[in-house]
């Protein structure tokens, strides 16, 4: 069992920035893919940015590239999502994830952080 905490959202203006962090618990963390995914009002969940195990792939929405950047800390069991530039279309509710194994996709889901951008 893997459980999954997000920090870091809320509210900021439009060009601002926000950090978003997702430990994990568990002994093997360096061995599950990471994920970032939101739901804005209305809309289906969708994938925002992906990391692999080591760090060494990354995967960026083009909604989001150039402006977020994914990482990881495998010592400290968490995966990082820095957004800078944001925009009102932003907003969402964030979820981090874990892929334990590539057949799975993603089976462990955060309980979500609300982002919301302001114009």
């Known amino acids: 069992q893997v459980q999954l905490v997000e920090s870091g959202g809320g509210l900021v203006q439009a060009g601002g920035s926000l950090r978003l962090s997702c430990t994990a618990s568990g002994r093997t963390f360096s061995s599950y893919a990471m994920g970032w995914f939101r739901r804005a009002p209305g809309k289906e969940r969708v994938l925002v940015t992906e990391?692999?195990?080591?760090?060494?792939?990354?995967y960026y929405g083009d909604s989001v590239k150039g402006r977020f950047t994914i990482s990881r800390d495998n010592a400290k069991n968490t995966v990082y999502l820095q957004m800078n530039s944001l925009k009102p279309e932003d907003t969402a509710v964030y979820y981090c994830?874990?892929?334990?194994?590539?057949?799975?996709?993603?089976?462990?889901w955060g309980q979500g952080t609300q982002v919301t951008v302001s114009s």
């Open positions: 994830a874990a892929s334990t194994a590539s057949h799975r996709g993603y089976d462990y």
């Open positions: 990391i692999s195990r080591n760090g060494g792939t990354t």
